[in-house]
């Protein structure tokens, strides 16, 4: 599932880049990102190890070992998470559905996006091994491939974000945020995508710094990834190093990405807040009547066995 919070605060990111991401796409992607509306979750869900191992392998183009490998992975990871993640997701849900019908301020949709975050951190964490192992299975020819797919990615990110009229730019992104929002809280009025559009204009976000940071974790992969395909690294090397790439993906290097971040976070907040007290009884009915489907669905599939 894509939780609403985390939906609208990441509406300006650029799109998935580097090692951790790559992989962690299994979790970010496969697990919970691909879960678009009630109707589809348990069905999604149920073939999302399958999904995220169509999504890495367009990273990577993994050869018939690294995917017999990948694949039984995945069905671990997504065993872990029915039983340990999903659980506590349908406990959060019903937390905020408690809130959804009152007024909502900034701190309060920050937290609730630090509790989304605290998860993915704890699937990010469950993915290193995984990275590891397959990271001294790759060859030079995949580590190609995954930077010709760095390309690829930059061009699309420049193409919504950096290249064009800034009112047009504005539009995309716009549109993205509009139809997030209308999956919770159902049709917005012209008022309230007029609000989104103001919040928006006055956001701290910087298409540029986004970029490099993309573009700085792609370098930092490959730069990983590089030595360890030679088969020259210990056990305990590889794992370090994957480590330290965790850790420089998550906590990025960079004072001012990281202020700019800061920033860019609390603007979200701001804007969803916003958004939030503008809305009507009946659009808030709807947003807990969808987070109480969501949370349903989780439990459901939390206690099936596969």
């Known amino acids: 599932m894509r939780f609403p919070v985390p939906c609208w605060m990441g509406a300006h990111a650029p799109p998935s880049g580097g090692l951790l991401r790559i992989i962690g796409l299994a979790a970010l992607l496969g697990l919970t990102g691909l879960l678009t509306a009630c109707s589809v979750v348990k069905i999604a869900y149920n073939q999302a190890h399958e999904l ?5 392998d367009g990273y ?14 995945l069905v671990k990871i997504q065993r872990w998470h029915r039983s340990t993640q999903l659980p506590a997701y349908a406990e959060r849900l019903k937390k905020w559905q408690r809130l959804l019908p009152g007024e909502l301020d900034e701190v309060q949709v920050c937290s609730a996006g630090e509790e989304v ?6 699937i990010s964490r469950r993915t290193e091994s995984i990275v590891a192992e397959l990271a001294v299975t790759l060859s030079p020819d995949q580590l190609k491939f995954l930077q010709g797919k760095f390309l690829k990615l930059n061009q699309e990110y420049r193409n919504d974000f950096l290249e064009g009229p800034s009112s047009a730019l504005l539009d995309k992104r716009l549109k993205k945020t509009v139809n997030r929002a209308e999956m919770l809280y159902g049709t917005l009025t012209d008022k309230q995508v007029a609000l989104l559009r103001r919040q928006m204009a006055l956001s701290a976000f910087d298409a540029g710094m986004s970029l490099a ?6 370098q930092d992969a490959l730069q990983t990834l590089a030595p360890l395909i030679t ?10 190093a994957v480590s330290g790439y965790f850790e420089r993906s998550l906590n990025s290097p960079s004072p001012a990405y990281r ?15 916003l958004l939030h007290n503008s809305t009507s009884p009946a659009q808030r009915a709807k947003a807990v009547e969808t987070l109480g ?5 989780f ?3 939390a206690s099936q066995d596969f």
Do not use: V
Request: proline fraction near 0%.
């Open 213 to 218: 940071e993309y573009q700085r974790r792609q």
């Open 231 to 240: 088969g020259g690294a210990t056990s305990a090397q590889t794992k370090s």
């Open 117 to 122: 975050r605290s998860s993915l951190l704890a």
């Open 52 to 56: 995220a191992y169509l999504q890495l």
């Open 60 to 73: 990577l183009d993994f050869n018939g070992a690294q995917t017999l490998r990948l694949k039984d992975e």
């Open 293 to 297: 489907d969501y949370a349903q669905d």
């Open 299 to 301: 439990r459901i599939l």
């Open 259 to 273: 202020r700019h971040q800061e920033q860019l976070t609390r603007d979200n907040c701001r804007m969803l807040a």
